[in-house]
């Protein structure tokens, strides 16, 4: 059961080598909170039930690939993830997600 907002699947790096710590931290787990974030937006300025959302598609909105997406994001999928049925207090939990106007 997916819960919202989605939250990224973080990569965490217990080894010694600081370098990779470092790089994990910045650069994936980074991209992951970027992707998580825009899928949240999607979801929460879009009013219908059944929603539909391609790893490659927020990759590219974000500028990062689309395996670190699909990574950060999937929850079994592997080329995208669908949402149906988004109650109204999945809806409250997306509002800090709405863009003005929408």
């Known amino acids: 059961m997916i819960r919202f907002p989605v939250k990224p699947k973080l990569r965490y790096y217990s080894g010694v080598n600081r370098k990779l710590q470092r790089k994990k931290k910045r650069v ?4 992951a909170h970027r992707a998580a974030n825009h899928l949240n937006t999607q979801i929460a300025n879009n009013e219908s039930d059944t929603q539909q959302y391609m790893f490659a598609n927020i990759a590219y909105d974000i500028g990062a ?14 080329n995208g993830v669908t949402f149906m049925g988004i109650s109204a207090e999945e809806r409250t939990a997306l509002a800090r997600y709405r863009r003005e106007g929408s």
């Not at 690939?65 to 592997?78: C, K, M, P």
Request: no cysteine; glycine share 12%.
């Open 65 to 78: 690939s689309t395996d670190d997406v699909r990574s950060a994001l999937s929850n079994g999928g592997y």
């Open 28 to 31: 994936y787990n980074a991209v």
